[in-house]
């Protein structure tokens, strides 16, 4: 093969894998447009808010469904009855916050402790959880 022809296909292969990273854009570009519609619910309903806590409080809980997720995931540092072991009384911290402070708190937990538990639960299972801790533990 003579040089020139080398350096012809050199620059064929050049310009399709440019070809080629154009299309892997493009479907990336589409990828992101349908993880932005999956929210596996919101593609349907565009009143659903952006915020995850927002979207959290629009649900209703089912409280007795919330004890059972509390009973898997928060008795073993705030106590069967939540009045703790390792963590704080639920009865003296959840009085004191607003729905919106509490899904805040369980979401994204605290620097002392708390862990965060974003992405772990459906908003749904979160929602059952307030319910559960605004109608045992609050005011
Ligand atoms: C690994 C132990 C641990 C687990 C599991 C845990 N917590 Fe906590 N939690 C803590 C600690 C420690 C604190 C106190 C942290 C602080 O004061 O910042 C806390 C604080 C809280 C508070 C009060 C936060 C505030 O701002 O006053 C709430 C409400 C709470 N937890 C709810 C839950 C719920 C609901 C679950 C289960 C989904 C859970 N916790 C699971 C350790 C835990």
């Not at 607003?98 to 772990?120: F, K, N, R, S």
Request: hydrophobic share 35%; with cysteine.
């Amino acid at each position: 093969m003579s040089l020139k022809a080398a350096s012809f296909f050199g620059s064929l292969a050049l310009f399709g894998f440019a070809i080629g990273c154009d299309g892997g854009e493009d479907k990336t570009d589409d990828s992101g447009l349908d993880a932005g519609g999956t929210g596996t619910d919101d593609t349907a309903l565009t009143s659903i808010p952006d915020d995850p806590v927002e979207r959290i409080l629009a649900l209703t809980g089912d409280a007795l469904l919330g004890e059972l997720e509390y009973g898997a995931r928060c008795s073993n540092c705030h106590g069967v009855d939540g009045t703790g072991i390792s963590a704080p009384s639920l009865y003296d911290v959840v009085p004191p916050l607003t729905d919106e402070a509490l899904v805040e708190v369980i979401l994204y937990g605290t620097d002392y402790g708390m862990p965060d538990y974003e992405g772990q639960l459906t908003n749904q299972s979160f929602a059952d959880l307030i319910a559960y801790l605004t109608s045992t533990y609050g005011g």
